[in-house]
């Protein structure tokens, strides 16, 4: 009886677990946008490398990416000018699986960010 009652218990939680995950996020940086088609890879970020901290994308000018939120459909990142994450430059909402042209008009940086995103019941 009480093994029963612990299956029982163990399916819930994994189904609760389940229905609330968040979602896996990948984001590539590259050079440029052309025609919605990200070109020249930077580099890959993964949410799992940035729990709690930003990621540097560039080292002068300096500017960090965070990723802030992540669902099947978009990812939020925000850019910041330092490694301590506190005042965004700016924050972006970029739709998963396509090419996004990023900004930053104060350094004068132009780059893209792609993001892929996935369903996961662990981050």
Request: hydrophobic share 40%.
């Amino acid at each position: 009886m009480n093994r029963i009652i612990l299956v029982v218990v163990a399916i819930a939680a994994l189904t609760i677990a389940a229905w609330s995950a968040d979602c896996t996020c990948d984001i590539g940086v590259y050079l440029k946008d052309v025609n919605g088609k990200c070109q020249g890879e930077i580099k890959k970020i993964q949410i799992a490398d940035v729990p709690e901290n930003c990621v540097q994308v560039y080292s002068s000018p300096a500017l960090y990416i965070d990723i802030s939120e992540c669902t099947s459909s978009n990812v939020t990142v925000g850019l910041f000018p330092n490694a301590k994450c506190t005042i965004a430059v700016k924050k972006e909402s970029i739709p998963c699986g396509g090419c996004s042209q990023i900004t930053d008009p104060s350094n004068n940086i132009t780059f893209a960010l792609s993001p892929t995103c996935g369903d996961s019941i662990f981050i």
